[in-house]
């Protein structure tokens, strides 16, 4: 490869795809009616009307208004539902490998992440047995991310159940990580406030960062049981006084208006994915199974001898092609790259050229 040669990022998990005219639009439409005084801090009514819809559209109850929260993406929403939830050395049991952030969001609340394996072999689903052996005295959230970041799994709606037998039995809380319930293109996606038996224990939080393209709005929620809702209140008063109005208006109307934009994204994605297997299906060393949702695929390189680590090393220095190794999300990802979906489709098929001509594969 010669010097110079300009990288091909699959490293970062950033839209690339334009974001929602329209969404943009009610945005800009609602910052010039004067919607740019201050907020409370659980949301304008129209947009926690707009989440209550959402929700009570698939959960086992209605969701009221009063249930949800407005709050700047979901990483907001995760820390002040950890800070809601964790007392001092609380533990937190999350599907390995998992998403980056997670274990700071979780010790910045007090808590301690607890990693519970899950097998490349069975598509890195989380399963209840798994989770039963993690659980200790100290245990009081499962931090649920199905569609899963790295791993593009998703969990059908009995894994759920069967893990939820798990937690009712112990009493934990269920936060379910949904950012990428709209990009589920190869299984239907399930959340746990599906079911009766676990939605008063589920807090679901989410946003329009993945959906609409709109990383940078910071337009996200939770929702839960009223008195966890009454927590989370004190604590988005005290971190945010209240969020942009101008921006939740743009929120409920992404979530009230189907404008086909979700419909583009999810689609685009599952053809970047399909292109990706396709490629590197085609070496004999590189093992890839198509994600069942998501921005990333995981391609094992355990047969190559080389960890996701010294992968991504030697690809990036002999290929100048960027990738996540799979250790920087716990153990469970060791053998493994993540690659994102997030660049056009001519340069991802490029940047599967040159994966498979790195010498560390042929
Ligand atoms: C699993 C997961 N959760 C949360 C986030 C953060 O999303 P937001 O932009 O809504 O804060 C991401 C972003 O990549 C993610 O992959």
Redesign the pocket.
Known sequence: MQRGEPVIMLSI?EPDFAPSAAVLDAAADAMRRGRNRYSSGQGEPAVLDAIARRYSRTAARPVLPSQCCFLP???TA?FATMLALLDEGDEVVVGDPY?ATYESVIAAAGGRVVPVPTLPEQGFHLGADALARAITPRTRVLLL?SPG?PTGAVLSLDEIAAIGVVCVEHGLTIVS?E?YAELSFGAPFASPIQLAALQEQTVVVS?L?KSHAL?GFRC?WAVGSRSFAERLLSISEAMLFGSQPFLQDATAFALEVETGDVARMREGYARRARLVVEYLGRSPVLGVRMPEAGMFVMLDVRRTGLSGDEFARRLLDERAVAVMPGESFGRGGAGHVRIALTIEDSRLVEACERIVGFSGVS
């Open positions: 998990g993406g979901t990483q995760l998403y991310n970041n990580d950012v946003s960062s990383p996200g």
